[in-house]
């Protein structure tokens, strides 16, 4: 019994074994013709796109992101090593246009992007402050982040002392080289400001219907970016210095709090004060509410003062519509007209116009740049890690959509030589006209007067 | 002070006076009478800005009939309001309860307007079109017509609830309920109508100054806030209940901001009814002229 029992159970193992080893061979074999016919799994580069999504600008800016992804994608994605990566976007919404919300909430969209999406660049920043609060964090993470539509100098002062950074700033590469800034910054705005209100006043002197414009009110949104060029008390900056040097008078200067609603006090003082210009600073809504204002105020003598100066919505193709079209002869910078500022400027506006039915704002335009810009710095660089990055991003030189393109030691945007921040336009039945860039000879004879 | 500035001054402050008047009037009208300190008030404001830019932009209404439709919406808010969370209940626990359901409003709108349903007015901030154009010059000073449109609607709107009050049996009621609601009900009032009514006229007198003031701003579905602020300044500075003392404190609150914005900094002008809320507190927490409790 006890052998016959042995030779059961050997024969039972045995055919226990054969079966393991079939199953075994075939999981194998399965798997090793999967392996062989299987695509290669694609490689992909995660974008993190830190953007105020529920305002234009953050969605312009998403937009074309989504663009300059698919159009970089189409063409087989970035190669890095010999390998091609796609590369993807995710965007988290900072809410940053909505000035009461705390600056907290810009960073932790930061925080999201790098810790929970794994983002391994970012793109994008609005609000000044909210961005300031970003870049501290960058070391952190060791992410590179390029900083598309604010406009404040301070963490590019940060990153490298440089003539424009203002005294007392303690530079420190090592924590900000992450940063990167393809915006102009507030205080870079005043020479193409004050090469137009020369400009502007020779116009007007010798063209009829306008105004005085060397009499000048300044109307500035109290916000961090407003700081240099308006400056504090509202006037007194090297920009309204300098005008005053060439023959211009400031005669009433104020800030205003944001989303201010009602500007009569505002309009009854420029009023009274004779002024024949008014340079309007803002980024947010109040500017529509005030171009409405001044627009339907009744001006001593039916002459109304011309408006202008840099207004971030103004130069939207939303604003005509926000305005009820008060915005009728409302100058603006920078204004993103449909313009060769390279070959590539109307191609963009136009494809952008085609799929999402208006023209891009600023934000689109150096959101698109910026993506390209950072795919052909991971090609250089054969990485997306920053150690590797920031170098091939401080030597790059990239003819984009707004102009051609590379970093300063503080990285910056190199100005003078972005031809979209040299250009002014004015809003004219529903278009917003070009009427004069700082490489003009005069104003464009299509500019148009104040209407009466 | 010029000859010059002292006119913008006080035609300024006369219009925003009279707007502030307009603006409180329907917070003051319902404590008054029903003892609710509504914290949703600011909210209704907000609403019925967000409403009239959606009738009008979306439903391609014309203007107003959107303002209509937004003030209908509101009316029957208002309602719900008072039947379902606010009645019955005393003061305190009426303001708590109407300001959570104010921040479940502002948050509602908030979704909505982002959500998949009306995602093009992500593209742009929404507003109220401006919708009486030009302006009217008045010794000297320029003013912009929807303002002395919005003056003189609260004059006849004032004009209207005095007639409403001292000469027609509603008003009668109102005023009994206002006075001693158990005393009305034993002479066949229905307080509860009474207040409902009233919280329905409350809430069109916010939709009214709403339609005319949310003109000049983008709309947030925060702006309510500031509202119910002034609003509150304005009734506690004049004496809860008192109608006399709520005018005198919108003209007093309407010429402090129109001082600060003229003479001295425009960023301090939002400061200057919560100084004054809290100094009037301190000195004379009735109010200038509330009766003091004992």
Known sequence: MRTISNAAISRSVIVAIVVVVIVIVAATSILAYQRLVQKPVPHYVTLGLSLPLSYAVGQDAYDAAQMAVNQINANGGVVMNNTHYMLRIVAEDTDELDWTIPVDQGVSALEKLVTVDHAQVILGGVRTDVVVAEAAKLAQYQIVFVDIESNEPIVECEVHHSPSCPPGITANYTAYKYYFHLFINGSAIAPYLVKFAVELKNYA??????????????????????????????GNSTLFHVMQNLGFKVVYASLFPLNTQDFSTHLSQIAASKAGLIMLFFSGSDGASF???WQSYNWPNGQKPVVFGPGLLGGFSEFWTMTNGAAQ????????????????????????YKEYGHTPNTAALDMYDGVYIVAQAMS????WKAYKLIPALESITYTGVIGVIHFTSSHGINLPSIPMYEQFGQWQNGVLVPIWNTTSSSISSKIIPPPS | MTYVSFLSFFVLGLTLGIVYVLLSEGFALLYGVAGVLNGSYGALYMVV???????????????LASIFASLLLVAFLSYLIQKYIADERNTLDALFLTLAFAFVLQYLVSFLQCSSAFRSSCQYPAFVPVFINGSTTFLGVSIFNQYLVADGITIAILLALWVVLSKTKIGKAIRAVSQDKLAASLVGINPMRVILLTSVISAVMAGVSSVFLTSYQTLDPTIGWNIITLAFAIVVIGGLGSLKGQILASFILAYARVYVLLFYNPLLADFVSLALLIVVLLVRPQGIFGKEVV
């Open chain 1, 205 to 234: 002197q010798t063209h009829p219907g306008w105004p005085n414009v060397t009499r000048v009110a300044v109307m500035g949104e109290n916000a961090l970016w407003t700081v240099g060029p308006v400056g504090r008390p509202a």
């Open chain 1, 291 to 293: 171009i409405e204002q």
């Open chain 1, 329 to 352: 002869s409302y100058i603006t910078w920078p204004a993103t007209v449909n313009v060769s500022f390279t070959p590539k400027t109307v191609p963009f506006i136009d494809a952008f």
């Open chain 1, 380 to 383: 250089i660089a054969n990485s």
């Open chain 2, 49 to 63: 800005g967000y409403s009239t830019f959606l009738f009008f932009f979306y439903f391609k209404l014309g203007i």
